[in-house]
Each structure stands twice: as structure tokens, then as C-alpha cells.
Nanobody
Framework: QVQLAESGGGSVQAGGSLRVSCSVY????????LAWFRQVSGKEREGVAV????????YYVNSVKGRFTISQDNAKNTLYLEMNDLKPEDTALYYC???????????????????WGQGTQVTVSS
């Protein structure tokens, strides 16, 4: 069983930076993929960044490439999303997600992940 808990959301002006964190609690087994998703009310959940836990390889959706960085601190069992040059369109509820499965399809689809946090709000004002 895996439990995820996000923190660090908040409000920032356009062009600013914010880092959100996800504490990862797991009883057994290993996690293969970790990811950050975001969701705006009334819209589908969107994957923005993915990390392969074993290798540290990262993948990003085009809209955040060069601005967002996903990383992990294994000693602290924490996943991070560093967000720079934030835009009003980045405003959303941000979720971390995890899966044990070594899935090789589209890693930005919510259905890939079977563990989710409760979300943390990020608001970017213009």
C-alpha cells in the first residue's frame, strides 16, 4: 500500500516560482513511476511531469517543458515539482501519483496510476 500527501501549494504572481512536495509512504513493494498531475474544475486531469523512480529519468508535457522540474529525494521519501515562470494557465489543483507497474504506454494518462494524493492548490494571478 502506498500513501501520498501533497503540500506546498499557494498563490503566486505570474512569472513567479513555487515548489510543491509529495511525501511518499509505502509499506511494501517498490514504486516504478511517480508523476504530477493537475486539474481545473470541470476539466480532465492532466499529466504534467513523470519520473521513473529507479533511474531518475524524467518526462514532461510540452506546456511545462523548460519551466517545471520533477525530482525525488529518496532519503526523505519525497517527490518535488519545482515550477518556474508560472503562468495564470498553470492554476490548478496539483496531485502526485504513483504506480508499481512498469507501464510502457502513455505515462501522462491518469489510468496508469493506482495511488493518488489529495491535491494541493496552486493559483497564479496575472
Amino acid at each position: 500500500q502506498v500513501q501520498l500527501a501533497e503540500s506546498g501549494g499557494g498563490s503566486v504572481q505570474a512569472g513567479g516560482s513555487l515548489r510543491v512536495s509529495c511525501s511518499v509512504y509505502k509499506n511494501t513493494g517498490s514504486i516504478y513511476w511517480l508523476a504530477w498531475f493537475r486539474q481545473v474544475s470541470g476539466k480532465e486531469r492532466e499529466g504534467v511531469a513523470v519520473l521513473e523512480a529507479g533511474s531518475g529519468r524524467t518526462y514532461y508535457v510540452n506546456s511545462v517543458k523548460g519551466r517545471f522540474t520533477i525530482s525525488q529525494d529518496n532519503a526523505k521519501n519525497t517527490l518535488y515539482l519545482e515550477m518556474n515562470d508560472l503562468k495564470p494557465e498553470d492554476t490548478a489543483l496539483y496531485y502526485c501519483a504513483a504506480t508499481h507497474r512498469s507501464y510502457l504506454g502513455n505515462l501522462f494518462e491518469p489510468r496508469v496510476y493506482n495511488f493518488w494524493g489529495q491535491g494541493t492548490q496552486v493559483t497564479v494571478s496575472s
